[in-house]
């Protein structure tokens, strides 16, 4: 089979790794490497054998496929110019700044039958995957993404940094509009969003109660799922569930009638796993895992709580001069 020729497009933390993952792969063709910063598309492009650029436009019509990682300002001009050249996009999340622009997006990709896969990489957590033979219409949820401060990823909020990954799981899990959501939040350490939580109500009754915060003094990253037949916590750091659910009797469950079953999985390569559906869709054709109107989904709601968040800080503002 010939080979996909791939790129990168911005190489800093996280795109360096995307590099690394597809010059590892035996159907790839890195054919470079991008970033306006010479001295390091230079270093990146050296460290995988492969050539650097300092435009994305020289990359047309030498590309088949891209993974997209610059500041998410950039994501929609270079995007929808990859699309609009015929070239399958993997963007990393969030999908853009604004729902306009991932809809153009989204638009551009199903009118030439493009891939557009956004880069959601908890989806790809060993844990997630097997949670999709374990969940069937979860009557309330509760998550906490905890973080122990780190200055990258501070130019947006923690709702587009991190509760963004719960957003996009728990849509795909409920499977349901959105009657109702309430959220609170705070900067404390940065000029945007270090602290959120969010109170979702589904039109069809589920609940969810999703927190995050990038100032803990512990990383925490934990999913509880409750729904008729018993309950599924799920630990993504340790890639573990934990089932309670109808059963022989068992002494180790604190549940009288119920049983309790820990399953552990081996940690995985989540961006390589990820790299690899995408390269999978390129040569199939097919849909994504994380199709661009799911990112735009988790985007829609990330947006709506952030907007909530700015708009209370500011009247509690102006009442508290």
Do not use: W
């Not at 929808?80 to 604004?98: C, M, R, S």
């Not at 905890?146 to 587009?160: A, K, P, Q, Y």
């Amino acid at each position: 089979m010939k080979k996909v020729r791939a790129a990168v497009v911005g190489v800093g933390y996280l795109g360096k790794f995307h590099a690394e993952k597809y010059a590892r792969m035996d159907n790839i063709e890195l054919v470079g490497v991008v970033d306006i910063r010479k001295a390091q598309a230079e270093k990146i492009a050296g460290n995988v054998s492969t050539n650097p650029f300092f435009d994305y436009r020289d990359l047309f019509g030498r590309v088949d496929a891209v993974s997209i990682a610059v500041p998410t300002p950039l994501h929609f001009e270079i995007g929808k110019a990859f699309l609009e050249h015929d070239i399958d996009v993997l963007i990393e999340k969030p999908i853009t700044t604004t729902v306009e622009e991932a809809d153009e997006l989204i638009e551009i990709a199903d009118k030439k039958s493009l891939v557009l896969q956004v880069g959601q990489l908890e989806r790809f957590n060993p844990a997630v995957t097997a949670l999709q033979h374990l969940v069937d219409h979860p009557i309330f949820i509760e998550s906490n993404r905890l973080s122990i401060f780190n200055e990258r990823g501070t130019d947006v909020s923690v709702v587009l940094d991190l509760m963004i990954h719960d957003i996009d799981i728990i849509l795909n899990f409920v499977r349901s509009g959105i009657k109702y959501c309430h959220a609170m939040g705070t900067s404390v350490v940065s000029d945007n969003i270090d602290i959120a939580n969010a109170h979702i109500e589904f039109d069809n009754g589920a609940v969810a109660n999703v927190t995050a915060s990038r100032i803990s003094n512990k990383n925490e990253r934990k999913i509880r799922l409750f729904q008729k037949d018993g309950y599924i916590s799920v630990d993504f750091a340790n890639c573990s569930i934990t089932q309670v659910r109808p059963g022989k009797v068992d002494n180790n469950c604190p549940i009288p009638g119920m049983h309790l079953e820990e399953k552990c999985f081996t940690q995985g390569d989540a961006l390589e796993d990820e790299i690899r559906s995408f390269i999978r869709s390129v040569e199939s054709r097919k849909s994504p895992e994380v199709s661009g109107q799911m990112g735009r989904d988790a985007l829609k709601m990330a947006l709506n709580i952030t907007r909530q968040i700015q708009k209370s800080s500011r009247i509690y503002s102006r009442q508290n001069p």
